[in-house]
């Protein structure tokens, strides 16, 4: 497979009150075409920062200070505002946890549609009314025609999602990125919604970014997942790896305190403690405060990211030390 996306050491930081914040820092990975990925994490890890970077919407008090972002060889990073619009909703797509907030109140579901294919593929008001109903179909709405003409705010959060896939995928970008997608709906839908953007994806060739705190989430839906932490990856392996053998205690205790499908009694663990602030960081590992195996060396030192098999990377001295401990 030929990679689609590079991102290399990318450090995103943010100005605040309180001096500059670094959210994302030198985050590396890459994605293949028609490849499924996620990154996995707390809220406050960096994930959502990652994101924006790619797609160019930082905002005026974010900045990217080092790295770069690679999307089929074109630096994202170097590119002018207005080519960075041209690339989003075209090439690389975005859908986010809440699509109320995304779909305009004010204008039927048709016309949010239609309005996109039009602005990104020239196609007239026809065709694009024919092209939308059918992605509406397509995405598994009954009745689209009635659907094309109603309000976001008459359709019930499920539903807005899948419109939300439909507008995402209408323009067939090459890497769609998803957000939390389905943390706003109830399992049953969540699950429906996940295999819908499985089965598109496969079917537009489309390679995904999946965000998400949700373990759960990733393991039938996913090739390859990266865990960040405190805006640095963690660990990075494909899903079967890191179900099987998570290498990093951040990983562990994300696994231990998610509910596995058959195993409705079990007692579920939660990882002690919170993500730090960049603005009070710990000296060493950025995890040691809250891990089980923390060791001297960890209080002062912190590890790299290291290739510890094949394809299977992590952040952890007790890997370096050859120390199977977890
Ligand atoms: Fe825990 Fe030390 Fe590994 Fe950090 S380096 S995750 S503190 S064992
Ligand atoms: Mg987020």
Redesign the pocket.
Known sequence: MTTLLEVKDLQTHFKTENGVIPSVDGVSFSIKKGETIAVVGESGCGKSVTSLSIMGLIGATGSIEAGSILFEGKDLTKLSKKEMRKLRGNEIAMIFQEPLTSLNPLFTVGNQISESIRLHQGASKQEAKIKSIDMLRRVGIPRPEKVYSSHPHLLSGGMRQRVMIAMALSCNPKLLIADEPTTALDVTIQAQILELMKGLTRDFDTSIMLITHDLGVVAEMVDTVIVMYAGQVVEHTDVFTLFSSPK???TKGLLDSTPKIHERNEELLTIEGTVPTPAAMPKG?R??PR?P???EK?MHEA?LLEETSAGHKVR???NEEGEVAI
Do not use: T
């Open positions: 990093h205690p951040y590992c995890f040691q891990c195996y923390a060791m960890c590890p952890c001295w007790l």
